[in-house]
């Protein structure tokens, strides 16, 4: 879900629970707090390009297999250094932590792969953008309240997580009754043809995609109001040109990291053939952030493949 201040600011709040004081010298607080954050570790994978770093986000670091395995080491060096607490209390604070982690971030559109290496899918349940103001804010005042007046601190975080579920789950009901509206508003039969996603930079923004029958379009709603702002022709699943770009590594890249794509094909005046890929999920300024492109030959073959990691920027060339 979120940015790593929160996460570690979710962490205090959970570490508070125990009991423990807020001190870097207490294993509890300290591995519930880390563990929290230990996940994003997986942002050195920039090291090696955005793309990299797209692809191994949120992948084999978020699994249930590996927040058990860090909440298990971390806990272990924080017993040898801080033996103040027996190790399976220690164990069993982190492991709370660390799998904050992997819950918090099912709730954005990115998403996590917390069933591998049984699943590769990204899961999401599509509530909140990468940082929430509502559930940073609550997480905050409660730290702050919790260095005040540390007598209250267990009290604080209990208030600050029960809003910030209060306030989940009040956007949970919100975004099914916008589903529901624009199912009336565009005369849609089936619930499953229309999918509402927060916005990226507006916390209190939703965006749509709406299955037609003829195309997909993609929209947002501000204040009760949707509106559409791109309009894409359906995917022709005969189409040759489309189903070779299937094949390709664009499509692959595609598959891994969003659940939401659609596939365009445009003909150039030399009859060659461009497949367009565009991720749904984020909109910004206008266009779609993540796109590919894959070119085929008068043949029909794959003769190079671009993935764009942001609008109007160079891309990145794929070898084939």
Not at 55 to 61: E, Q, T
Not at 92 to 101: D, E, R
Not at 129 to 157: C, H, K, Q
Not at 244 to 266: D, M, R
């Amino acid at each position: 879900m979120l940015d790593p201040i929160t996460h570690g600011l979710i962490g205090i709040a959970l570490s508070n629970l125990s009991g423990h004081p807020m001190q870097l010298t207490d294993p509890v607080f300290l591995g519930c707090t880390l563990g929290a954050m230990l996940p994003d570790l997986d942002i050195i994978a920039h090291a090696k390009g955005r793309l990299n770093y797209l692809l191994k986000h949120r992948g084999a670091s978020h699994s249930l297999i590996a927040l058990t395995t860090s909440a298990l080491g971390l806990s272990t060096g924080l017993y040898l250094f801080f033996p103040t607490t027996s190790w399976s209390t220690v164990f069993f604070w982190t492991l709370i932590g660390t799998m904050s982690h992997g819950i918090m971030d099912l709730l954005n559109s990115f998403g996590a792969e917390l069933l591998w290496p049984f699943s590769r899918k990204k899961i999401t349940v599509d509530m909140v953008m990468l940082t929430d103001p509502v559930v940073l804010g609550s997480m905050l005042l409660s730290v702050i309240i919790s260095l005040i007046t540390p007598e209250f601190a267990r009290n604080s975080s209990l208030i600050a997580l029960a809003f910030s579920a209060i306030y989940l789950g009040f956007r949970h009901l919100g975004r099914i009754e916008i589903r529901d509206r624009l199912s009336s508003i565009y005369h849609l039969k089936e619930k499953d043809q229309v999918k509402v996603i927060p916005a990226m930079y507006h916390p209190f923004t939703w965006n749509f995609i709406l299955f037609q029958e003829e195309h997909v379009s993609f929209g947002v709603i501000r204040n009760q109001i949707p509106s559409i702002c791109r309009v894409l022709p359906k995917l022709t699943e005969d189409n040759l040109s489309v189903a070779n770009a299937l094949e390709g590594n664009v499509a692959v890249i595609f598959s891994q990291f969003t659940p939401h794509y659609h596939v365009i094909a445009h003909y150039l005046d030399n009859e060659e053939c461009r497949v367009e890929f565009l991720d749904l999920r984020y909109w910004v300024k206008g266009d779609f952030l993540y796109t590919g492109n894959v070119y085929l030959d008068l043949n029909g073959e794959i003769s190079h493949e671009i993935f764009h990691p942001l609008p109007k920027h160079k891309g990145v060339l794929l070898s084939y």
